[in-house]
């Protein structure tokens, strides 16, 4: 059962229904670490350009925040109705359902926990409609199920650090990429988790943290949240990880995911694939953390992981500030794909899977409640 005395100083993403009416609250990440501001997202086209413009960002709480967002359309649907004394069928509600999934699904393609969300959300309110229940019902079905995702989403992290923290050693030195923390889920993260239950259980640790081009989550988010935790911690420019690697005394490599591949192929931001080859070279082991939710049985190998391709302007640009000269030509992959075969073992909240991952991720899928799984 997840730590309720662990208490994160900030809130990544949460349901709430105040004076004005429901909301998707979330943190904006963008702003981040300068800045602590909340939104209060009150229509689902907010929310879809909320995903689509980094304010939130992680597999798991893209997955989180488009369940929401959801819920968010159907509750405002009910009340527009409502207000003008209109009955609504729950037929109507349904299609009404599928439309704001389309939207929220239309944002990022390679992130499978968007997806996984949003049809775990329009099986609920089909399953409603099949009752012929009033669309007030399914609003509260789909915000109960909405709810619940998140709850199962910090369930989860908390069983990923368990699991993942029998890794880590007191006097490990570590490395990250990118951010797969808290910010980047509705728990205590995934890449993280095991960091911060090493670090909370009283082993000495320090993290080497990438900084992650070109928008820097690790610099400003994972960094901010090691430092807001206490862990120890030193950021590095993405290439000088083989340095540190070869010189620093690195023990291991904790990355998140968002997409795996049946074969254990794994999708995550763009300068993974590279780290884990690094590793490889310097036998040292590398580690993904991602819940089930991320793992994509449908596609054999991660050549089919279809990956995102952002706004050049990333690029070319930092916080608004020109970098690179007017008219030169730019690519910006939000991810790229590790090869299973520079993968040690990738930990989800149902325990530790080792190759061969065609057969363990496949354990831990079939597996009905969370529990170690031997793999």
């Not at 909320?50 to 939130?56: E, S």
């Not at 967002?69 to 405002?76: P, Q």
């Not at 570590?174 to 988790?193: D, K, P, S, V």
């Not at 070109?214 to 994972?222: C, E, H, N, S, Y």
């Amino acid at each position: 059962m997840a730590d309720e005395d662990w208490q994160r100083r900030v809130r990544t993403v949460w349901w709430e229904i105040d004076a004005q009416g429901a909301a998707v609250c979330l943190v904006d990440q963008t702003l981040l670490p300068q800045q602590v501001s909340y939104l209060h997202l009150r229509h689902e086209h907010d929310v879809a350009e909320a995903i689509t413009t980094l304010k939130v960002r992680g597999a798991p709480a893209i997955g989180v925040t488009a369940a929401f967002g959801i819920a968010l359309g159907l509750y405002r649907f009910c009340n527009r109705h409502r207000q003008q004394e209109e009955q609504i069928t729950s037929a109507k509600a349904l299609a009404h359902v599928k439309e704001v999934g389309a939207l929220l699904g239309s944002t990022r393609p390679t992130a499978l926990n968007l997806f996984w969300a949003i049809a775990r959300m329009i099986d609920c309110a089909e399953e409603v409609a099949r009752m012929q229940a009033t669309a007030e019902q399914m609003l509260q079905r789909l915000s109960q199920e909405a709810q619940a995702i998140a709850d199962e989403d910090a369930e989860a992290c908390w069983q990923m650090g368990q699991y993942g923290a029998t890794l880590i050693s007191d006097g490990d030195i570590l490395l990250t990429h990118c951010n797969a923390g808290a910010l980047a889920t509705a728990g205590i993260g995934t890449a993280l988790a095991p960091i911060y239950t090493a670090h909370k259980s009283g082993k000495h640790i320090h993290v080497y943290v990438d900084e992650t081009r070109p928008v820097l989550q690790g610099a400003r988010l994972t960094a901010w949240e090691l430092q807001q935790e206490g862990v120890p911690l030193t950021l590095i420019a993405d290439n000088m990880a083989g340095h540190f690697m070869r010189h620093g005394g690195i023990r291991a490599v904790f990355v998140g995911a968002d997409r795996i591949a049946g074969n254990g192929d794994v999708a995550n931001k763009i300068g993974t694939y590279s780290v884990a080859v690094l590793a490889s070279v310097h036998q040292i082991p590398f580690y993904v953390v991602a819940p089930c939710a991320t793992i994509d049985l449908t596609l054999a190998s991660g050549e089919q992981i279809p990956i995102e391709k952002r706004p050049l302007d990333e690029v070319t640009t930092m916080r608004g500030i020109v970098i690179a000269p007017a008219g030169v030509r730019v690519a910006n992959p939000a991810f790229d794909v590790t090869p299973h075969q520079y993968v040690t073992a990738i930990i989800t909240e149902r325990g530790i899977a080792r190759p061969n991952y065609e057969e363990t991720l496949r354990q831990h899928c079939r597996a009905k409640n969370p529990g170690k799984v031997d793999a």
